[in-house]
T-cell receptor, first 108, second 114 residues
């Protein structure tokens, strides 16, 4: 089956710093989503991004489907950005395959 | 907008007991699915449904049953709970619209099997 790898596995930032999270996938996919799992366990949709670039405030994402990777950019990080960031790829019928996540800690 | 609603949020079972995790969505989504999340891992697909009356297995279906009698509801049944089923369970739904495949998740149900 398709493999989804995320890097780095852990990331510690000072408030205000920028970061880039990467998601590589091993095969063609129908689409890709980025999620933020907050410290309370809730999964929050960040981006639905099968290709191209999208921006939402301090966050933006780029997917290059032909090269099988996606990037999530976080600028001017805040403590509320802490949590785990997952990318998930859709292999058909909305069956998502998740990466193992990047755990982000933003310290004041 | 309620979105995807899961109940209960927390449950403790003894080995061998049965229970049903409820999931309801009010977005008229065709697709619904159940995932489990184990510590330090991403989510893994248990079962999914592409419409009322149609279900299929995901990556980790053993020990779980599902049915889809209505568009809104997609319950997950554990017939004989085992400690290996201790996990956080997430229900999700999506639509076959312009954002096909964009999944929306419930808040999760934390299950402990003793």
């Amino acid at each position: 089956g398709i493999q989804v790898e995320q890097s780095p596995p852990d990331l510690i930032l000072q408030e205000g710093a920028n970061s880039t999270l990467r998601c590589n996938f091993s095969d063609s996919v129908n689409n890709l989503q980025w999620f933020h799992q907050n410290p309370w366990g809730q999964l929050i949709n960040l981006f639905y991004i099968p290709s191209g670039t999208k921006q939402n405030g301090r966050l933006s994402a780029t997917t290059v489907a032909t090269e099988r990777y996606s990037l999530l950019y976080i600028s001017s990080s805040q403590t509320t950005d802490s949590g785990v960031y997952f990318c998930a790829v859709n292999t058909g019928f909305q069956k998502l395959v998740f990466g193992t996540g990047t755990r982000l800690l933003v310290s004041p | 907008n309620a979105g995807v609603t899961q109940t209960p949020k927390f449950q403790v079972l003894k080995t061998g007991q049965s229970m049903t995790l409820q999931c309801a969505q009010d977005m008229n989504h065709e697709y619904m699915s159940w995932y489990r999340q184990d510590p330090g891992m991403g989510l893994r697909l248990i079962h999914y449904s592409v419409g009322a009356g149609i279900t299929d297995q995901g990556e980790v279906p053993n020990g779980y049953n599902v049915s889809r009698s209505t568009t809104e509801d997609f319950p997950l049944r554990l017939l004989s709970a085992a400690p290996s089923q201790t996990s956080v369970y997430f229900c999700a739904s999506s639509n076959r619209g312009t954002h096909t495949g964009e999944l929306f998740f419930g808040e999760g149900s934390r299950l402990t099997v003793l």
